[in-house]
């Protein structure tokens, strides 16, 4: 009779198949137990690090989820008003041709605003040439290629590149020649060198040292058809076509009266301002980078009226507190507005000195939800309510969003203050003239004496 060798069970779903040894044999241990030479690992740590990192980006979906959670997780109050967004134009749009290291290797890669973003005819044909034979050490020397769009399908082009040697010289001539002669939609490009050696980021180019020599063109470009223009340098989003029409959506948010007052805090080429102007007395930009302050300054001159102004200095309640001491700015109905980068937040000086200063309105930008949550609570010790929080899809398809908070002073007491302390004037009120005691004495006082009953009787 057939008798079952219980030492070697048959193949079950939880048993595993024998590894080969170097003689031949096999045993039933697990896969981690046999030990891998180095060379081995050295080898799937060189593909791992070869490998792209993939990254998922969020969907619009995904997104509206995200918000929705916070506000409740964080109590955050009132709703959320209608998304504003525009769709996406390539040809609107800024590009990126970016070198990347691939273990030892090298390559060019096309850097889409977007990921489902098809190259526009423009990037292809540089890309194009790059590969020539005859720009293979301008290639070499190559970071980047920045195509800064306009916003009315015009490009001006940054070429980070370490131009050393004749043969790199050269070759970065031989492209300029190529751009100037079959790339009509440039109309400026500019090489550019940064201090530390790294990509050059608009939005990250504080602390850094950059030099630029303009090739073609010159260091402004146009915004579109707005009349503004921009340094090459400013910072704007990556999809122009929400952020051209945010001063539209700003202007019907808050409905400002002819006679109030409109102040820009981190303005850059003070765009929103500039195009705000109109519709406001006094127009007050500021920001700290030399770059934004050649931009603001031309726009300033290119507008029809004579109220606006800027200034240049960074966001702290040193400033705050000079500004609003003077007589000429410490009264009237104003509107802040300040544009917050993920990264930075506001001081808890700077928040009070804003506060203190009695705004009609404040208009908070961030797309930092830990930032929101922290600022909205800040302003609500100060006084503040929030009015409306309006989030803002500005570059759809990229995963990345901005709410901009509107905050009005409490006046009706729901926060359970006192409303009276609301309508403080910015400027010191003097008590009054009070009489003394010898102005007193000299004023007469007649007094009527009403009879008795008794004495009427009589």
Same mark, same amino acid.
């Given at each position: 009779?057939?008798?079952?060798?219980?030492?070697?069970?048959?193949?079950?779903?939880?048993?595993?198949?024998?590894?080969?040894?170097?003689?031949?044999?096999?045993?039933?241990?697990?896969?981690?137990?046999?030990?891998?030479?180095?060379?081995?690992?050295?080898?799937?740590?060189?593909?791992?690090?070869?490998?792209?990192?993939?990254?998922?980006?969020?969907?619009?979906?995904?997104?509206?989820?995200?918000?929705?959670?916070?506000?409740?997780?964080?109590?955050?109050?009132?709703?959320?008003?209608?998304?504003?967004?525009?769709?996406?134009?390539?040809?609107?749009?800024?590009?990126?041709?970016?070198?990347?290291?691939?273990?030892?290797?090298?390559?060019? /890669?096309?850097?889409?605003?977007?990921? $489902?973003?098809? &190259? +526009?005819?423009?990037?292809?044909?540089? =890309?194009?040439? %790059?590969?020539?034979?005859?720009?293979?050490?301008?290639?070499?020397?190559?970071?980047?290629?920045?195509?800064?769009?306009?916003?009315?399908?015009?490009?001006?082009?940054?070429?980070?590149?370490?131009?050393?040697?004749?043969?790199?010289?050269?070759?970065?001539?031989?492209?300029?020649?190529?751009?100037?002669?079959?790339?009509?939609?440039?109309?400026?490009?500019?090489?550019?060198?940064?201090?530390?050696?790294?990509?050059?980021?608009?939005?990250?180019?504080?602390?850094?040292?950059?030099? /630029?020599?303009?090739?073609?063109?010159? $260091?402004?470009? &146009? +915004?579109?058809?707005?009349?503004?223009? =921009?340094?090459? %340098?400013?910072?704007?989003?990556?999809?122009?076509?929400?952020?051209?029409?945010?001063?539209?959506?700003?202007?019907?948010?808050?409905?400002?009266?002819?006679?109030?007052?409109?102040?820009?805090?981190?303005?850059?080429?003070?765009?929103?301002?500039?195009?705000?102007?109109?519709?406001?007395?006094?127009?007050?930009?500021?920001?700290?980078?030399?770059?934004?302050?050649?931009?603001?300054?031309?726009?300033?001159?290119?507008?029809?009226?004579?109220?606006?102004?800027?200034?240049?200095?960074?966001?702290?309640?040193?400033?705050?507190?000079?500004?609003?001491?003077?007589?000429?700015?410490?009264?009237?109905?104003?509107?802040?507005?300040?544009?917050?980068?993920?990264?930075?937040?506001?001081?808890?000086?700077?928040?009070?000195?804003?506060?203190?200063?009695?705004?009609?309105?404040?208009?908070?930008?961030?797309?930092?939800?830990?930032?929101?949550?922290?600022?909205?609570?800040?302003?609500?010790?100060?006084?503040?309510?929030?009015?409306?929080?309006?989030?803002?899809?500005?570059?759809?398809?990229?995963?990345?969003?901005?709410?901009?908070?509107?905050?009005?002073?409490?006046?009706?007491?729901?926060?359970?203050?006192?409303?009276?302390?609301?309508?403080?004037?910015?400027?010191?009120?003097?008590?009054?003239?009070?009489?003394?005691?010898?102005?007193?004495?000299?004023?007469?006082?007649?007094?009527?004496?009403?009879?008795?009953?008794?004495?009427?009787?009589?």
């Amino acid at each position: 009779m057939y008798k079952q060798n219980n030492r070697f069970p048959r193949r079950s779903e939880g048993n595993r198949i024998g590894k080969p040894l170097a003689g031949g044999k096999f045993h039933a241990s697990r896969k981690s137990d046999v030990r891998n030479s180095d060379k081995l690992n050295e080898a799937k740590k060189a593909e791992k690090s070869a490998a792209p990192v993939v990254r998922r980006i969020m969907t619009f979906d995904d997104i509206k989820a995200q918000v929705s959670a916070w506000m409740e997780n964080d109590r955050i109050p009132g709703k959320l008003q209608a998304w504003f967004t525009a769709d996406a134009i390539p040809e609107h749009s800024d590009w990126r041709i970016v070198k990347e290291y691939r273990g030892k290797q090298e390559f060019l /890669t096309i850097d889409a605003p977007t990921r $489902d973003m098809k &190259p +526009i005819e423009l990037v292809n044909r540089v =890309m194009e040439q %790059l590969h020539k034979d005859h720009l293979h050490i301008f290639k070499k020397a190559l970071r980047q290629i920045w195509f800064r769009a306009t916003g009315d399908g015009r490009f001006a082009l940054l070429v980070q590149v370490n131009v050393k040697g004749k043969l790199s010289a050269h070759g970065y001539k031989t492209f300029i020649d190529f751009i100037e002669r079959s790339c009509p939609e440039v109309i400026s490009c500019h090489q550019i060198q940064c201090l530390p050696d790294r990509l050059f980021n608009p939005a990250d180019a504080q602390g850094m040292k950059i030099e /630029t020599k303009c090739s073609l063109g010159n $260091d402004f470009m &146009p +915004i579109a058809g707005t009349g503004f223009c =921009m340094h090459v %340098l400013d910072w704007t989003p990556r999809i122009k076509d929400a952020w051209l029409n945010l001063p539209v959506r700003i202007k019907d948010a808050i409905h400002p009266n002819r006679e109030d007052r409109f102040f820009e805090f981190c303005s850059g080429s003070s765009y929103i301002s500039a195009s705000l102007a109109a519709y406001f007395k006094q127009v007050e930009s500021m920001d700290c980078r030399e770059s934004a302050m050649q931009s603001s300054k031309l726009n300033i001159r290119n507008l029809s009226t004579s109220n606006m102004r800027f200034h240049r200095s960074h966001l702290d309640a040193n400033f705050i507190s000079k500004f609003f001491s003077r007589s000429e700015n410490a009264e009237g109905r104003w509107t802040f507005y300040i544009n917050l980068n993920a990264e930075d937040i506001l001081p808890s000086n700077v928040e009070q000195t804003l506060a203190a200063s009695r705004p009609e309105r404040i208009l908070l930008q961030t797309g930092n939800l830990e930032t929101a949550s922290r600022e909205i609570k800040a302003f609500r010790n100060e006084g503040y309510v929030l009015r409306k929080s309006i989030p803002l899809y500005l570059e759809p398809g990229s995963g990345r969003f901005e709410i901009l908070f509107l905050f009005v002073p409490d006046r009706v007491g729901l926060l359970g203050q006192n409303p009276a302390m609301a309508h403080r004037s910015r400027n010191i009120q003097r008590p009054k003239e009070r009489p003394q005691s010898s102005k007193k004495c000299e004023i007469p006082h007649f007094v009527q004496q009403t009879p008795s009953f008794r004495q009427r009787k009589d």
